[in-house]
């Protein structure tokens, strides 16, 4: 839960205390790549967590490996929404030009080298949607999908598994092809956990 504390020139944020570290520290930090079936359990846990936040009509825009916690209890939990909108927010009437600066590989307001460059306007489910994807070519290959200024990308070969690379690239292909809810992903994500006969796993023992 989250409560507010107002002093007469500060206002603090108190929220629960999460004990683990971060997925970025996780996969780059201690060179952690996830297995096929431990990228499914992470992907499907995250998923619930986004689709809950957007049950309360919310875009996040910020999913990148420095704002999701992996807990030391197993569990996944996501923070930073310093830049997430409504959806209902009027692109038309209010939107207003994004920054583009690069800070460790993730743009200073939250779109990461891994958002599309069709999300930078008028971003909607389908945006969250796609860094999902990303997150998951993140953690099966410890690698950011576009590379360097220029935003090269190094390919969807590098995901060993061909029915985990299709889903990903269900994900974050242009939105004309793109998954059209997070309940297709995860669907598609439970299927191939059937077929994997995969058991369940802990993210704080990767």
């Known amino acids: 839960g989250v409560e507010a504390l107002w002093h007469p020139k500060t206002a603090y944020l108190i929220t629960d205390y999460f004990e683990g ?7 780059i930090t201690e060179n952690i790549i996830f297995s096929s079936s431990q990228v ?20 996040i825009r910020e999913l990148k490996p420095e704002n999701i916690m992996m807990c030391n209890d197993g569990s996944v939990a996501l923070f930073d929404f310093n830049v997430s909108m409504p959806l209902s927010y009027d692109w038309d009437k209010d939107y207003l ?19 599309h460059p069709q999300d930078r306007h008028k971003p ?20 950011e999908f576009y590379q360097g200024n220029n935003r090269k990308k190094i390919g ?38 059937q077929r994997c006969y995969c058991g369940h796993w802990a993210m704080g023992r990767v």
Not at 21 to 27: A, G, M, N, S, T
Not at 97 to 115: C, I, M
Not at 124 to 143: A, C, H, K, Y
């Open 21 to 27: 570290k971060d997925l970025w520290h996780r996969v």
């Open 40 to 59: 499914i359990v992470f992907g499907l846990e995250l998923i619930r967590l986004v689709q809950y936040i957007h049950s309360r009509g919310i875009i």
């Open 97 to 115: 030009e994004l920054k583009d600066t690069v800070k460790h590989g993730f743009a200073d307001d939250g779109w990461e080298y891994f958002t």
């Open 124 to 143: 909607n489910i389908r945006s969250d949607i796609f860094t999902l994807g990303m997150l998951l070519f993140f953690v099966v290959t410890g690698e």
């Open 156 to 193: 969807l070969d590098l995901v060993k598994d061909e029915a985990l690379r299709e889903i990903i690239a269900c994900a974050i292909g242009p939105r004309k092809i793109r998954y059209n809810d997070t309940e297709s992903l995860a669907q598609d994500l439970e299927n191939l956990q």
